[in-house]
């Protein structure tokens, strides 16, 4: 008896094999049930959005975004762009955002240099300083950053004296408890020729250092890169100040009525919050530095001697850059953590995006939906810039293998 | 994937369950058992805290007296402290059922935010304290002030109006709680401290030397402070306005905790209708008839209770002044309960 299958079983097999059907095929399956998913993720979220909408309607909440060109009429201490009690409610948004920045921004300067300089002095041979700088980093880590802006604020600032008799320096800077006066550059047209004098500088430098490299690689020879660059910056725009007269007045602050007038102050709870935020994140990027530069192996080290490289030549051409490895993706989340952290200001009425836009102008809208949308969707934005950023330079500093 | 498909409809269907949520606040209430009640952080005289975490003040007993008409218990009620950041928020989300929390009633707040103003159980205005030490006398003198305030006020908007229509700068020092502002004034972060004048004076009672600052004379503003519900349950929003209501009238008709049973055998028909005494009561709430006697005899009338609270009875000693009675001159008044 003969099997019809059996029989033909030569002939399919030389022949391509037939389409699976749809269903078995597993890549079209799985786009299926990928359209699938995000159609219902897509209805989901639909649903939300509409059921949200329906629901503050329905309790007579106002809705959209119309409040943000109605007037706000209600003060901020620290403004970075014009505004006034008469300013619109939007506008409260880019003053609250901007004061974040300045902060974050300034923190990161100040918790970087810091870091790093703590980081070495921990790795410092003389037993008094590295004794030193691990109490530091071990106190200050330990402590959470929000005790450590109250004690900034409620403990040192209080003995600052008042306006009236505050600290002076030669009646220029002075130094009380509502902050830091200083005299305020007033500009005058010319002026914007210096700035262009910097630009100038600036653009000069790198091309220095640029040829310098070449000649470096071409030649061998050293070139001072350092100090030629530090007298191109400071010299280029400082010749220009004074060839076009001197285009630079100073505003010197004055104790009129209660307070300051003229000049720049300071405002104690942007020192408190920068103080506190930057040493606290610093104590965090001592330990990277330290366990990124011993993470060198010695070899290396002994190697570059071996050649003839001069100490702190081998630090900077052969240690830190195998170092900066280990230290930048660390770093960026050390960054973003200082970046997020910024919001805790509001326990001390320092006006960023939390106190202003997400405080004073929710409860005067009452529009809370929209405005704390907006809030995360800010520290996201500034969160995902950050560590492009630093994923950008992380990729130039990776070794390169060759 | 038949696990995600799964999740995502609960998710979905659990959504949608939000979006038909019904049911009276009364009846949540009756479920709950208790009020909830959003409050002030502890402020002197509206809502102070004893050592136990005992709640008393002018602004606790709103909500004692909405506990006593529905649950015939004036201690039934769970308090949440809430900023003036976090108030409305609160009440809109549901997390509180009545906002009792010396809050202005303003236009926007009644028409925007989905809320409802009650009424004012306390009638204020906005005015200045300043340190001795300045030698100011006048609101007027203030031009280069740093001025301390309470973020999320209406307060803080009051202060702009007043410097702009005068021509005058400021400084604005804006904290979320009031012992926050009052310490940052007590340590000269700012030279003014600017509030309602209820708070000023309870404020200045918590300073490290009380007579070192003044209450200065202007009012800038007017402020009336009372209970917020949500909008759109007109029943809620009747029980809780007909129970301050009948403290204000019990004052009127001179019941108090102590003597209420006595007048109850006396043959005014005004308090006689008032306690539930009589039938054919004209009140339509959903509550025990005898809801009046209930906040009279356990929470008091308006008297007793601004007295003991921010009164002669208090550390405070406020005068009645524009809370008192209608016919002593003052603004409290209820409607006829008949």
């Known amino acids: ?402 | 994937m038949k696990k995600l498909l799964l999740s995502a409809a609960v998710l979905t269907a659990m959504v949608a369950s939000s979006a038909v949520y019904a049911g009276t606040t009364l009846d949540a209430v009756k479920k709950n058992g208790a009020v909830k009640c959003g409050i002030n952080t502890p402020f002197p005289g509206f809502a102070n805290q004893d050592e136990k975490g005992n709640w008393s003040g002018l602004d606790i007993d709103v909500c004692r007296a909405v506990a006593a008409a529905v649950f015939g218990d004036a201690t039934k009620v769970k308090f949440t402290s809430l900023t003036a950041k976090e108030r409305f928020t609160a009440l809109q989300s549901g997390e509180v059922d009545l906002l009792s929390r010396n809050s202005t009633g303003t236009l926007g707040r009644d028409t925007g935010m989905g809320l409802t103003f009650i009424g004012a159980n306390y009638y204020d205005g906005q005015g200045f304290m300043v340190k001795n030490s300045l030698n100011v006398k006048s609101a007027k003198e203030l031009d280069g002030a740093s001025v301390c305030i309470q973020s999320g006020t209406t307060t803080e908007l009051n202060l702009a109006d007043y410097f702009r229509a005068n021509n005058m700068k400021f400084e604005p020092i804006t904290y979320e709680k009031l012992d926050e502002v009052t310490k940052a004034f007590d340590e000269g972060r700012c030279d003014v401290l600017t509030s309602d004048q209820s708070q000023l004076y309870s404020n200045r009672i918590t300073l490290k030397d009380p007579a070192s600052a003044t209450v200065l004379p202007e009012v800038i503003s007017k402020e009336p402070l009372g209970p917020f519900v949500r909008q759109g349950d007109d029943e809620w929003m009747k029980i809780v306005r007909w129970s301050y209501y009948a403290m204000v009238e019990a004052e009127d008709l001179g019941i108090t905790s102590a003597n209420i049973d006595e007048k109850a055998k006396g043959t005014d028909p005004n308090i006689k209708r008032f306690l539930g005494l009589e039938e054919g009561g004209d009140a339509n709430l959903p509550l025990d008839k005898k809801w009046a006697y209930n906040i009279v005899k356990q929470v008091g009338n308006y008297a007793e209770s601004f007295e003991r609270s921010v009164g002669e009875g208090s550390p405070l000693k406020i005068k009645r002044g524009l809370n008192a009675l209608w016919k002593d001159g003052g603004l409290q008044y209820s409607p006829p309960f008949r």
């Open chain 1, 1 to 402: 008896m003969t099997d019809p299958n059996l029989s033909a079983t030569p002939q399919t097999l030389s022949t391509v094999p037939s389409k699976p059907s749809f269903w078995n095929d597993p890549q079209k399956r799985a786009l299926v049930f990928q359209v699938l998913l995000v159609i219902g993720i897509g209805i989901l979220l639909w649903f939300i959005f509409s059921n949200t909408l329906h629901n503050l309607e329905k309790r007579g909440i106002r809705t959209g975004f119309d409040f943000l060109s109605r007037p706000a009429g209600f003060g901020i201490s620290q403004t970075l762009i014009p505004y006034t009690e008469a300013s619109t409610f939007g506008r409260t948004f880019f003053v609250g955002l901007l004061n974040t920045l300045l902060v974050a921004g300034l923190g990161i300067i100040f918790a970087t240099i810091l870091g790093f300089a703590v980081g070495i002095a921990r790795l410092s041979t003389n037993w008094l300083i590295s004794r030193i700088a691990l109490v530091f980093i071990e106190t200050i880590r330990n402590i959470p950053p929000l005790l450590q802006i109250l004690f900034w604020y409620r403990a040192i600032l209080p003995l600052l004296p008042g306006p009236k008799d505050s600290m002076s320096l030669a009646e220029l800077f002075y130094l009380h408890k509502r902050g830091l006066t200083i005299p305020a550059p007033l500009t005058e047209p010319a002026f914007v020729w210096t700035l262009w004098a910097v630009l100038g500088a600036l653009v000069l430098a790198f091309l220095i250092a640029r040829w310098a490299k070449y000649r470096r690689e071409s030649t061998g020879q050293q070139f001072p890169v350092f100090w030629t660059v530090l007298v191109v910056i400071i010299g280029l725009p400082t010749l220009v100040f004074f060839l076009t007269g001197s285009p630079l007045n100073w505003d010197i602050p004055a104790l009129r009525g209660f307070n300051f007038q003229g000049g720049l102050t300071v405002i104690p709870e942007l020192t408190a919050l920068l103080l506190a935020l930057s040493i606290y994140t610093a104590a965090f990027i001592a330990e990277i530095v330290r366990s990124g530069i011993q993470s060198v192996y010695k070899g290396q080290t002994e190697a570059a001697s071996a050649l003839g490289l001069r100490p702190n030549r081998t630090l900077q051409l052969v240690v830190i850059p195998q170092a900066m490895r280990v230290i930048i993706p660390q770093l960026t989340s050390q960054y973003l953590n200082l970046t997020k952290n910024t919001s805790l200001g509001v326990a001390i009425g320092y006006p960023d995006l939390v106190n202003v836009f997400a405080g004073t102008t929710l409860n005067q809208t009452g529009q809370a939906v929209e405005i704390i949308f907006m809030t995360m969707l800010v520290y996201l934005v500034i969160s995902l810039v950050i560590s492009m950023f630093m994923n950008w330079y992380n990729k130039r500093m990776a070794l390169v293998e060759r």
